[in-house]
């Protein structure tokens, strides 16, 4: 069902674009989004930080949290916004500052909602886990970011995409002995011995589980690779470092095992196989009734696609509540120099949240 919109999407999207807001200098965007909100009674502010939260407290019972970061990428060229037609061009467009325009939209335009909703503008999405506005949250006010169910913004197409994928990263360390290279049977090359090993994940077949309808494709990729100290030596060391997308259907714990079942066989004594960084995936969990009520205003279920990257979708699974990526933008344009985001998309994903945030159609 589509709702009336009370302000021009595109053309807040553009004022959000021309406010910078690269990760760690997010401060003016979060002035700008807690002016917003304060003009709003029935909304009650907090800010932590550049974190922004703004919730309404009506006493329902349901409350769904709706969440967007307000960091950008560094700039390329595209700082400025420019608006042609239905579409307006620039950082962060898609990824996110028209999820961040249509968040601020739903929480002027709803002052009794059917169900309680708090928002939450936080910084530090685009950067090292440790920074995440999130987490801040969390540890000044955990009860903020309590919910039944939750939303987050990122660019998905105005398609709901459920869940996300778990990522892993493993330190592969092989082991060599130096001599000359003039008389390398003296010693043992440690890149060479990669040889195998790349063959064994360039050959790697992902598995692409069906979970609640929606059909993920796990992934394994080389990343990054070193070795060698100088041009005429056997290099007697080389690291690769590899990247693991795993669906939600197994843990952390489960993918780690996987991946040192099929790289051990490569070690030998001395080598080393590390975990690096982990973060868990999000199960799709549609059977949730404020998911699904946002699923049927979104196209329905025959529309819902797995999410096959990593979102803060995981951050709120793993203490409970169910969430759901839905966004204006194609994150395939995200962190690109021509990064853009329509009229029609921005509309879309504010009706289906409007919708689903009034109760329309229960």
């Given at each position: 069902?589509?709702?009336?919109?009370?302000?021009?999407?595109?053309?807040?999207?553009?004022?959000?674009?021309?406010?910078?807001?690269?990760?760690?200098?997010?401060?003016?965007?979060?002035?700008?989004?807690?002016?917003?909100?304060?003009?709003?009674?029935?909304?009650?502010?907090?800010?932590?930080?550049?974190?922004?939260v703004?919730?309404?407290?009506?006493?329902?019972?349901?409350?769904?949290?709706?969440?967007?970061?307000?960091?950008?990428?560094?700039?390329?060229?595209?700082?400025?916004?420019?608006?042609?037609?239905?579409?307006?061009?620039?950082?962060?467009?898609?990824?996110?500052?028209?999820?961040?325009?249509?968040?601020?939209?739903?929480?002027?335009?709803?002052p009794?909602?059917?169900?309680?909703?708090?928002?939450?503008?936080?910084?530090?999405?685009?950067?090292?886990?440790?920074?995440?506005?999130?987490?801040?949250?969390?540890?000044a006010?955990?009860?903020?970011l309590?919910?039944?169910?939750?939303?987050?913004?990122?660019?998905?197409?105005?398609?709901?995409?459920?869940?996300?994928?778990?990522?892993?990263?493993?330190?592969?360390?092989?082991r060599?002995?130096?001599?000359?290279?003039?008389?390398?049977?003296?010693?043992?090359?440690?890149?060479?011995?990669?040889?195998?090993?790349?063959?064994?994940?360039?050959?790697?077949q992902?598995?692409?589980?069906?979970?609640?309808?929606?059909?993920?494709?796990?992934?394994?990729?080389?990343?990054?690779?070193?070795?060698?100290?100088?041009g005429?030596?056997?290099?007697?060391?080389?690291?690769?470092?590899?990247?693991?997308?795993?669906?939600?259907?197994?843990?952390?714990?489960?993918?780690?095992?996987?991946?040192?079942?099929?790289?051990?066989?490569?070690?030998?004594?001395?080598?080393?196989?590390?975990?690096?960084?982990?973060?868990?995936?999000?199960?799709?969990?549609?059977?949730?009734?404020?998911?699904?009520?946002?699923?049927?205003?979104?196209?329905?279920?025959?529309?819902?696609?797995?999410?096959?990257?990593?979102?803060?979708?995981?951050?709120?699974?793993?203490?409970?509540?169910?969430a759901?990526?839905?966004?204006?933008?194609?994150?395939?344009?995200?962190?690109?120099?021509?990064?853009?985001?329509?009229?029609?998309?921005?509309?879309?994903?504010?009706?289906?949240?409007?919708?689903?945030?009034?109760?329309?159609?229960?």
């Open positions: 069902m589509s709702a009336a919109v009370p302000v021009d999407l595109l053309a807040l999207t553009a004022e959000l674009i021309g406010i910078p807001s690269v990760s760690l200098a997010e401060r003016r965007m979060a002035d700008r989004v807690e002016a917003w909100c304060e003009e709003h009674p029935w909304l009650e502010v907090t800010r932590i930080g550049d974190n922004v703004a919730r309404t407290a009506g006493g329902r019972a349901l409350r769904l949290l709706v969440a967007g970061h307000l960091d950008t990428v560094p700039p390329n060229g595209n700082s400025r916004p420019i608006l042609e037609g239905d579409r307006v061009t620039g950082l962060g467009a898609s990824d996110m500052k028209g999820g961040l325009a249509v968040m601020l939209a739903l929480a002027a335009a709803h009794d909602p059917a169900i309680d909703v708090t928002y939450v503008w936080y910084a530090a999405e685009e950067i090292s886990r440790e920074h995440s506005g999130l987490l801040q949250v969390e540890a006010r955990p009860d903020l309590e919910a039944d169910a939750a939303v987050l913004g990122e660019p998905t197409g105005a398609t709901p995409e459920a869940g996300c994928q778990g990522t892993m990263h493993m330190r592969i360390t092989l060599g002995e130096r001599a000359h290279t003039a008389r390398p049977w003296m010693g043992r090359n440690a890149i060479h011995r990669l040889g195998d090993l790349l063959e064994t994940l360039r050959g790697y992902p598995r692409r589980p069906v979970i609640d309808g929606c059909r993920f494709a796990e992934a394994l990729q080389a990343t990054s690779v070193s070795g060698g100290v100088a005429n030596v056997v290099p007697d060391e080389a690291v690769l470092i590899v990247n693991h997308r795993f669906a939600p259907d197994r843990t952390a714990a489960q993918a780690e095992e996987h991946l040192r079942e099929l790289l051990g066989p490569h070690l030998a004594e001395g080598d080393g196989l590390e975990l690096v960084e982990m973060a868990r995936a999000a199960p799709p969990r549609l059977d949730h009734p404020l998911l699904a009520a946002l699923v049927a205003a979104g196209g329905g279920a025959a529309a819902v696609r797995a999410k096959l990257g990593w979102t803060d979708a995981a951050f709120f699974a793993e203490r409970g509540v169910p759901l990526n839905f966004g204006p933008g194609d994150a395939e344009l995200a962190h690109t120099a021509g990064e853009y985001v329509t009229r029609d998309s921005l509309e879309t994903v504010y009706g289906a949240l409007a919708a689903a945030i009034s109760g329309a159609g229960r």
